[in-house]
């Protein structure tokens, strides 16, 4: 449980809902097409729940110390998740989306699109560790 709380699995069910209702419910019903199966859809989703994911432990990473004050109770990392896992999960998971995002890219045709997927991870790295503030 300590890691679902660490990803915010909360916030990744409502960005995958978001893609599933846009997908399903907006681009469909109005005859959308899309370039991606079900299956690469699929991947998509689980590629930007993994960016998010890792979006989400490397603020928690950054702000360490800054929640041991305003928010002692919901401290995970330190103290049930050591900061090196975290890290190791960051990693981990963002290099699953990165992989997978190059994988649909170059799936469409598209090689230059999986560039988005590293700019994202990019951009959560730099706001969790310098435009916070």
Do not use: H, W
């Amino acid at each position: 449980m300590n890691y679902l709380q660490l990803i915010r699995y909360q916030n990744l069910l409502f960005i995958a809902l978001a893609q599933v209702f846009i997908k399903y419910g907006l681009f469909q019903p109005f005859g959308i097409e899309t370039t991606l199966n079900t299956f690469g859809f699929a991947l998509l989703v689980i590629a930007t729940l993994c960016i998010a994911a890792a979006g989400n432990i490397i603020n928690d990473i950054y702000d360490i110390e800054i929640d041991k004050i305003n928010k002692p109770n919901k401290v995970l990392i330190g103290k049930k998740i050591s900061e090196r896992s975290a890290n190791r999960l960051y990693i981990a998971l963002n290099v699953i989306g990165v992989a997978i995002g190059f994988y649909l890219a170059n799936s469409i045709g598209r090689p230059g699109f999986a560039a988005l997927f590293v700019v994202f991870s990019a951009l959560l790295y730099l706001y969790a560790s310098y435009l916070k503030g």
